[in-house]
């Protein structure tokens, strides 16, 4: 069965270090999403991205944050600077384009240590 | 804006008993619901979904969910619970456009043998 897959499954920064947090979609998809996960909490929306551009941001993807698709394949996160409180497990997401089938595929995610 | 509740924080329950999650939600619109079951040190998992038609949607690994709109639930239920079954669950709540879902707090089942 197709899957979402994200690399690494575990990254370790230096706060106000860049990461980038990567995820290969499941082929024919065309939404994407970031999603967050601070341990103990509640899975938080993070970014929708559909024909090459942001389709909605929450309040918690600020300047900070940045997504892409650099290959036409890839889906990117990007985190400028990081702080202690970016630690978190973030979850790419995908979707097919049709308006009935609009389940989300998870990726077992990245976990995220700011230290 | 939408939200989902999930008021309990933990469910213990005997193999081989019937099990139940619940959760509320409030949406502008119709409703999309879905659930999904998070393993240890694993992603989410898809399990089933309501977007129209019977109340009673069935999904995977013997799981089903009942839509109720008057009560605003989408309770998860299994007639017989595994020690397998022992997870996260989370209930979330997708808008007209399957759009960015929103996630209840999830519910940590435990099955005990």
């Known amino acids: 069965e197709p899957e979402v897959t994200q690399t690494p499954s575990h990254q370790v920064t230096q706060m106000g270090q860049e990461v980038i947090l990567r995820c290969v979609p499941i082929s024919n998809h065309l939404y994407f999403y970031w999603y967050r996960q601070i341990l103990g909490q509640k899975v938080e929306f993070l970014v929708s991205?559909?024909?090459?551009?942001?389709?909605?941001k929450s309040e918690i993807f600020d300047d900070q944050f940045s997504v892409e698709r650099p290959d036409g394949s890839n889906f990117t996160l990007k985190i400028r600077s990081t702080k202690l409180e970016d630690s978190a497990m973030y979850f790419c997401?995908?979707?097919?384009?049709?308006?009935?089938?609009?389940?989300?595929?998870f990726g077992a995610g990245t976990r995220l240590s700011v230290l | 804006a939408q939200s989902v509740a999930q008021p309990e924080d933990q469910v213990n329950v005997a193999e081989g008993n019937p099990l139940t999650v619940k959760c509320t939600y409030s949406v502008s619109g119709n409703p999309y619901l879905f659930w999904y079951v998070q393993y240890p040190n694993r992603g989410l998992q898809f399990l089933l979904k309501?977007?129209?038609?019977?109340?009673l949607v069935k999904g995977s690994y013997g799981f089903e969910a009942e839509f109720n709109k008057s009560q605003t639930s989408f309770h998860l239920k299994k007639p017989s619970a595994l020690v397998s079954d022992s997870a996260l669950y989370f209930c979330?709540?997708?808008?007209?456009?399957?759009?960015?879902?929103?996630f209840g707090p999830g519910t940590r089942l435990s099955v005990l043998p």
């Open positions: 991205f559909y024909n090459n551009e942001i389709s909605e």
């Open positions: 997401a995908t979707r097919p384009g049709t308006f009935a089938a609009n389940i989300q595929y």
């Open positions: 979330a709540a997708g808008d007209n456009y399957g759009q960015n879902f929103v």
């Open positions: 309501y977007i129209t038609g019977d109340n």
